[in-house]
């Protein structure tokens, strides 16, 4: 393949803000389908997990061939928590197509995100998306990115961007937000933008192999694939290579399989050259920032750095009274298999053994990253519990620092008030305040600890209406003392099956958790008490029977649907004396056992 008919590029943008629908509608327009082609939409999320949250959780490589060039596109996530993601694939591109929402302009993750691509010195191409929006502020937003950019030290030649206007749902893109659109009007501007403004890779193909793998992949056949850019020189099949591991070691190893990209499937080719993104097999144990280099003359890449963890939870076995009922992988040495295999993966997560008991302390980039590999984990048959999140602090000159998050809300401003009254609890700082067609944007720093668990309460005070994005600000003092929860919870007294006119008798006391007709053990959760204390209830109890009967004495039992809590909310719902337990089947809450007897 002709290196200088090559464009890599990055698509990085905020959460729901458009990149992976962008990237369907770019192959389709490009002639890759058929006509009567069936195609799933958004067609490189291709995680179960991220079509039903319809995010994008692991980036991914596609292609599409275009006016005799070869474009490699890279499908990034938006979400903070994955940023280990964006740090590496960044790696792999030679500039970035930053797609921002025409009416809610950049958010917090997006400066997240431009700021790890002006890191890595990518030119910055800009498509405004969602045009056809009734809300589209299209001037304003190409503004706002301006400004972001500022903000961020931007050299002067990345200032001076070029801006498309596009709605991909539609699958249209145009020069200038007035422009008409026609029938045929495709995404024809946005591709002739990368080839005038995306230089080719750099590198020489006489050079000595360099290939430094970026993601990871699996295939059930070949096992671990690594997936990089070719920075230097060639690589064929069957050829004797030596890898430059993390450690600073060197191992040889034999290269069976190479994989190119033609949209979003892997097509076996027998060599690649400079400039070409490729998955390559031959290495069980590859993991992320190792170099494929030339035996003769080895020349490993510099490693990726990547920002540390910001929160550890630990995980443990399982060890309540339904323990094993209904996992497959139960035991410590199972989760230990799994943590580790997870690792390779992903460079973001940390893996350590608990000091104190059986269980491993797993730290990750906030509580969205850990959810998720537990989420995974439940799907794959393993049974486990989870502590509360803890927000890891360091030590700096004697005094202890924490993370601080610049937090964004977009809530309507009746509800403003109620926000900063809250927040103000959790320590948070008021910065900005901006009122604008009855719509209010305020933007706060706050520690990272009062931000766990809080969105569910924001959700509640904002009716459901509001918005919250949060990023990563800097390192500052100990804020002091941060109430969790207010509220004790229900603990049951003895194993039973919840009976629905003992749950009538018990809503009177708080929020129930469980429905009639659920097997329960001794310490487990089932609701939220309205008083601080907690209180231990019998769930089993039925009512006392005798054969007199009166008109009106029994009437029927009406319950109040069950608060339904998900893996997230339960995780930040918990306090430090309590645990999630996850199966396959069940996500419950439980004292820990100490904890239950003083209950």
Known sequence: MDQQKIRNVAIIAHVDHGKTTLVDQLFRHSGMFRDNQQVA????????????????????????????????????????????????????????????????????????????????????????????????????????VFDLLDRLNAPDDILDFPVVYASAKDGFAISEPDDPVAEDTGMNVISDMILQHVPPPSGDEGEPLQLQ???????????????????????????????????????????????????????????????????VAGMDDVTVGVTFTDPDDPRPLPLIEIDPPTISMNFIPNDSPFAGLEGKYVTSRHLEERLNRETLADVALRVEPLTEGVGFQVSGRGELHLSILIEKMRREGYEFQVTRPHVIMKEDGG?????????????????????????????????????????????FKVPTRGLLGYRSEFMTDTRGMGVMNYVFAEWGPYAGEIQNRT???MIVKEPCTTVAYALFNLQDRGQLFLGPGIDVYKGQIIGEHCRPADLVVNPAKGKKLTNVRAAGSDEAVILTPPLDMSLEDCIAYINDDELVEITPSAIRLRKQKDARIRA
């Open 41 to 144: 939409e958004r067609l490189m999320d291709s995680m179960d997990l991220e079509r039903e949250r319809g995010i994008t959780i692991a980036s991914k490589n596609g292609s599409y061939e275009y006016k005799d060039f070869h474009i490699n596109i890279i499908d990034t996530p938006g979400h903070a928590d994955f940023g280990g993601q964006v740090e590496r694939v960044l790696r792999m591109a030679d500039g970035a197509v930053l797609l921002v929402d025409a009416q809610e302009g950049p958010m917090p993750q997006t400066f997240f995100v431009v700021k790890k691509a002006l890191a890595a010195n990518l030119p910055i191409l800009v498509v405004i998306n969602k045009i056809d929006k009734p809300g589209a502020r299209c001037d304003w937003a190409v503004d706002q």
């Open 399 to 443: 005094q202890t620092l924490e993370p601080y998050e610049e937090l964004t809300v977009d809530v309507d401003e009746q509800y403003q008030g109620v926000v900063i009254e809250k927040l103000g609890n959790l320590k948070g700082i008021l910065l900005d305040l901006q009122v604008e067609n009855r719509m209010a944007r305020m933007k």
């Open 213 to 279: 793998i970026n993601t990871i992949d699996y295939s059930p056949y070949l096992g671990r694939l690594g997936i990089g850019k070719l920075v230097n020189g060639r690589i064929n099949i069957n050829s004797n290579v030596v890898v430059g591991r993390r450690d600073g070691s060197i191992k040889p190893i034999r290269i069976t399989k190479i994989f190119g990209f033609v949209g979003d499937q892997q097509v076996p080719i027998e060599s690649a050259t400079t400039g070409e993104i490729v998955a």
């Open 487 to 489: 509220s004790g919870v």
